[in-house]
C-alpha cells in the first residue's frame, strides 16, 4: 500500500462516520486535517483510540499526527508549517470575506441613499401640514386634472 502522509476530511458533520469506518491499522495517514466547526458526534476519542495526537488547531481545523511519525515530523517543524500555510490561507479568506461584506454595506448605503431620496420627495408632497385654504387648493387643482385626463381619453 502507498504510503499516506496527509488526509482532509471536511464531511460537513459526518466526521465521526467517515473515521469509524477507516480500518486505521491498514490505513494509516501521517498527518490529518479535520474541519472542526460542525461537531455533531464527538470523533476525537477514535482518533486517541487509533494513536493520533492533536498537535494544531487554527479555529476551523484540528490536526492530528500518528504516534510512529510523531518524532520524525518534529524534526520537520511540522507544527510550524502548518500554522504558516494555514495563516496565509485564513488571511485570504478573511479578507475576500470583508471585501465582499464591504461592498454589500456600500450597496445597501447607495439603496437607503436612493430610499432617502424618494422619501424626501414624497414628503414634500404632502399636505398633511399645509394650510386649510392651501390644502383645498391643492385638492380642486388634483380633481381638475384627473378630471381632464379623464375627458381627453373619452374624446
Known amino acids: 500500500l502507498p504510503i499516506i502522509h496527509f488526509m482532509k476530511v471536511d464531511v460537513e ?15 494509516r495517514p501521517h498527518v490529518i486535517c479535520i474541519e472542526s466547526n460542525h461537531l455533531l458526534k464527538d470523533w476525537h ?10 498537535i494544531y488547531t487554527d479555529g476551523l481545523n484540528e490536526y492530528f499526527i ?3 511519525v510523531k518524532e520524525s515530523y518534529k524534526l520537520q517543524n511540522i ?9 496565509n490561507v485564513l488571511k485570504d479568506r478573511q479578507f475576500k470575506a470583508w471585501k465582499k461584506d ?21 414628503k414634500s408632497l404632502t399636505l398633511k401640514d399645509q394650510k386649510l385654504t392651501r390644502r383645498a387648493k391643492r385638492a380642486v387643482y388634483g380633481l381638475t386634472i384627473d378630471w381632464l385626463r379623464y375627458r381627453k381619453g373619452k374624446s
Do not use: C, H, M, P
Not at 458533520?13 to 490505513?27: H, T
Not at 508549517?81 to 494555514?86: D, G, L, Q, R, S
Open 13 to 27: 458533520g459526518l466526521e465521526y462516520e467517515v473515521l469509524n469506518s477507516n480500518n486505521w491499522q491498514k490505513f
Open 79 to 87: 507544527t510550524e508549517k502548518i500554522i504558516n500555510e494555514t495563516s
Open 102 to 122: 464591504v461592498n454589500k454595506i456600500k450597496n445597501l448605503e447607495n439603496k437607503n441613499r436612493k430610499q432617502q431620496i424618494a422619501f424626501d420627495r414624497a
Open 66 to 68: 500518528a504516534s510512529e
Open 45 to 54: 476519542g477514535l482518533l486517541k483510540e487509533a494513536g493520533y495526537q492533536l
